[in-house]
């Protein structure tokens, strides 16, 4: 049911992170009575787990919330078994490249208003991960950005250069 491959993963430190996250992942499939094929993706930053392909019909996993909800369940597996905490990426059937694309929308609309003579845009809490992109986004834009709040009301807002 499940295929795993793995890109250099005995040489990358946390390689083991992949091997729980996807097993873990795996169960959850089994449980849901869900197909997807499983790839793990090691690089040295981080471990990210893709679970089938953009349109594959895996029950409303690959909405955002569910897909960050799975990410954490899978994070503290791993956690569990190494005592470590783990940089893991979870994408299912595609949702990282739609969110990618809604954050690149959010970001046009927030340097939409700043061009208008907004003095500071303020965007929706989103998640490390997440925040990491809208930086890079908002800094190509020629724009300023900077992180406020905390926990789960973390998020960016957007400044005039």
Do not use: C
């Not at 996993?61 to 979870?90: H, I, N, Y």
């Amino acid at each position: 049911m499940t295929e795993q491959t793995t890109s250099m993963q005995d040489e990358q430190p946390g390689a083991d992170d992949g091997d729980i996250a996807a097993d873990y992942i795996e169960g959850l499939l089994d449980i849901a009575d869900l197909d997807g094929d499983i790839e793990i993706e090691q690089t040295d930053a981080r471990t990210t787990i893709v679970v089938g392909e953009a349109g594959d019909d895996l029950g409303g996993l690959s909405k955002p919330d569910v897909v960050s909800a799975l990410q954490e369940l899978a994070r503290l597996a791993v956690q569990q078994q190494t005592g470590e905490f783990s940089r893991l990426v979870l994408d299912v059937a595609g949702s990282r490249d739609a969110r990618a694309e809604e954050l690149q929308a959010t970001v046009d609309r927030a340097a939409a208003s700043i061009a208008g003579g907004a003095a500071s845009v303020p965007l929706e809490p989103m998640s490390s991960y997440e925040r990491k992109l809208v930086h890079d986004l908002i800094r190509e834009r020629g724009l300023n950005s900077e992180s406020e709040g905390e926990a789960k009301d973390r998020h960016i807002v957007v400044l005039p250069a």
